[in-house]
Every structure is written in C-alpha cells, then in structure tokens.
C-alpha cells in the first residue's frame, strides 16, 4: 500500500534523514520525494511512502511527527504512477492528441498536480458549464462562477455560496487557472485537503499557460 504524505519539516541539514530513519522504522520504505514549497527555516515536501500489507497509516504520522518540529499537513492513499518529469509528458500528449485534447489534459492533470479531480469550465449564454471533465470529476456540477472570468491562477473559497453542497461536505478545496486567453479555466478540486501552497498554485498557473499555448 502507497500513501502521499505530505509534511512540513525544518530546512536545515538532517532533518530529511531524520524523517527517512523514522519513517523505515515502521517499515515504510519511501519511493518518492517532491519539494512543495520552502519558506523561513521550513520545508513542506510531498512523500510517497510504501508500507507493509496491513499497516495503519496513523503509524505513519506517529513515526514522522516523533522528530521535532515535523507536522504531517496530510495523508492520503496514493496509487498514481511515478515519475519525474509529470508536466512535460502531460504537454506532450496533450500536443499530440487530435479532437480529444481538452479531456487528455483533465484527464493527466489530476497526476500531475496530486488533486482528486480537475473540470474545464466556460461561460456561454445561459451561464457556466462544464466543457470536459477528468474522471473523478463530481456528478454534481457548479451552477454559477462568480469568479469568472479569471485573469490569474488563484485559489477558491470552498464554502463559498456557488460550491455544490456535496463539495462542501468533502471538504474539497478548489484552484484554478485560465487557459490564456480562451475565456476557459482549468478547475482543480481535492476533496479532503490539503490547501493549496502558493507554489502549487504557481505551478497551475505554469502548466495552464504553456497548455493554452498547445491548443491554440
């Protein structure tokens, strides 16, 4: 069993291998590491961790935050697949793809930027719609986005009058970006957090700018 710990940790020298010695000691071997964000004195770094058939992952949390000043921010199943280099293959398939490229994009975001699902909304004369939507996208659609149109990448309210009822109850929190300047916007959902860090809304913001330029 894999699982995404995310964990904001001191950033000074040690404290990964401290955190790596913790964590094997209750048998989890880490595949994985992603730096999220660095601010003063700290890191918060996204982990994929492999544990043994049957272990809870609240050992997880006990082993990482028995090291000082380390704050597991969020734990979550993780069965994505791993590599190094998620933006430049998903521009390269959106780039190659025919009539379909908007739901290759949706479809390989949610990997990507490690979210629960991700829409592509748009205006049209009777109000917001959804264009495409990945998978994982919910049945239950926003009817209004009050937000729109949108100049920049940026982070949403979850509680927020216009957000479905059932988002709210999934404690989803929301993201977008515009696809340049074709009026769309990529909407990112994680439905049980963690928020959004300014350098993944960054690099949403990024991804949706060089994607708008594929698809013009």
Do not use: C
Not at 69 to 94: A, F, K, M, N
Not at 136 to 158: C, F, H, I
């Amino acid at each position: 069993m894999s699982y995404l710990l995310r964990v904001q940790l001191p950033d000074r020298p040690g404290s990964l291998g401290a955190l790596a010695l913790a964590l094997g000691s209750v048998g989890a071997d880490i595949l994985s590491l992603d730096v999220v964000e660095r601010g003063a004195g700290y890191a918060v770094d996204d982990l994929v961790v492999e544990v043994p058939s049957g272990a809870l992952p609240d050992t997880l949390i006990t082993a990482a935050e028995s090291i000082g000043d380390v704050l597991v921010d969020s734990i979550r199943p993780y069965s994505g697949v791993l590599d190094t280099h998620r933006e430049l293959e998903l521009i390269d398939h959106v780039a190659s793809a025919h009539d379909d490229r908007l739901q290759v994009l949706v479809d390989g975001v949610p990997r990507v930027l490690r979210v629960g699902w991700s829409t592509i909304v748009d205006i049209g004369p009777h109000g917001t719609y959804r264009v495409v939507g990945s998978p994982g996208a919910p049945q239950t659609q926003a009817g209004s986005a009050p937000w729109m149109p949108l100049e920049k990448p940026t982070t949403l309210d979850p509680e927020a009058d216009w957000v479905p009822k059932i988002w709210r109850d999934m404690d989803t929190r929301l993201a977008a970006a515009p696809l340049g300047n074709t009026g769309k916007v990529l909407l990112l959902g994680r439905p049980g957090g963690p928020d959004f860090r300014p350098s993944e809304v960054a690099r949403l913001g990024y991804l949706a700018g060089i994607i708008a330029t594929v698809l013009i």
